[in-house]
Structures are given as structure tokens and as C-alpha cells.
């Protein structure tokens, strides 16, 4: 891939994205979760106020090839979570997925220092998470009619 073709990482805070920005987000995630794996849930669920953004842009910003949120710690655990993981279907394969979970895992080391990070994974992704040292806490559960296994890498 040249410099050119690259994906362009951006982190922000929800109210330093654009609406073109979000729209953009909203509409892969919707793509994702919603389209793809036919999971009719709500998506824009209050968390993204309490978030930091991360995504792999397209070369001409038009569309995330990856996501993910970061959810403050005491939002919607005790320690701060990463969730709407994604990765759309045309950057599928490239490691972006994995670079994604990387990334997000040092910007909760480096901003909540010290503290560990708490996930509800897909349960198929559980060993795709025990790679990044995520360890299952508790019994897997249905969360949108989709088994999930709570994670947490500990601090």
C-alpha cells in the first residue's frame, strides 16, 4: 500500500467530530451491527457524549475502514470499556482490525493509567481479545441475540 492508500487514524472527543464525521460512523456501525449480522438494537445508546473516537479513515475520509469507542471509566463501567468494535467489509483481512483493538488498548493505558479495561465481547471473538491479555470474566450471556462474554484486562 502506498503513503496515499493509507488509512488516516484519527482520535477525538464526540463533540470534536464533524457531522459529516458522525454521520459516517453511524452509518458503518448501522452497517455492521445492524445490516450484517441482522441485529436490530440501539445503536446510538448515550455512550458516545462519554467517548473518545478512534477510526482508521479512508484515504479520501469518507468512510471508517475501522472503529472504536472509548467509553470513560465510571460511563458504563467502573473502568473505562472499549466497544463498537468494527471493521467494514472491504478492509477485512487487513490487520486493521487487530492494529484498531492496539490502538485503543494504549489510549485507555495512557489516559486512565493504572486501571484496568472492561469489554462485552462477541463470544466468538474471545480468543481474537485473550491475544491483547483480555480475560473472560463470568459466564457467557445473549446480548442482542448475540452470545457475549464480558472481558477485562486487568491494570
Do not use: D
Given at each position: 500500500m502506498d503513503n496515499a492508500s493509507l488509512p488516516q487514524w484519527h482520535w477525538c472527543r464526540f463533540d470534536e467530530l464533524s457531522v459529516f464525521d458522525l454521520q459516517a460512523i453511524y452509518r458503518a456501525r448501522q452497517t455492521v451491527f445492524s445490516i450484517e449480522q441482522e441485529c436490530a438494537y440501539l445503536d446510538a445508546d448515550g455512550f458516545d457524549e462519554a467517548s473518545f473516537h478512534l477510526a482508521a479513515w479512508s484515504a479520501d475520509r469518507s468512510m471508517p475502514l475501522a472503529y472504536a469507542r472509548v467509553v470513560h471509566p465510571g460511563q458504563k463501567y467502573t473502568e473505562p470499556s472499549i466497544g463498537r468494535v468494527i471493521t467494514v467489509t472491504a478492509a477485512r483481512g487487513s490487520g486493521l482490525g487487530r492494529e484498531l483493538v492496539r490502538r485503543a488498548v494504549a489510549h485507555c493505558q495512557e489516559a486512565f493509567p493504572g486501571q484496568g479495561i472492561r469489554i462485552s465481547a462477541q463470544t466468538r471473538l474471545e480468543a481474537f481479545?485473550?491475544?491483547?491479555?483480555?480475560?473472560?470474566?463470568?459466564?457467557?450471556?445473549?446480548e442482542d441475540g448475540i452470545p457475549h462474554t464480558e472481558m477485562l484486562l486487568p491494570g
Open positions: 481479545y485473550a491475544g491483547f491479555g483480555f480475560q473472560p470474566i463470568g459466564e457467557p450471556y445473549m
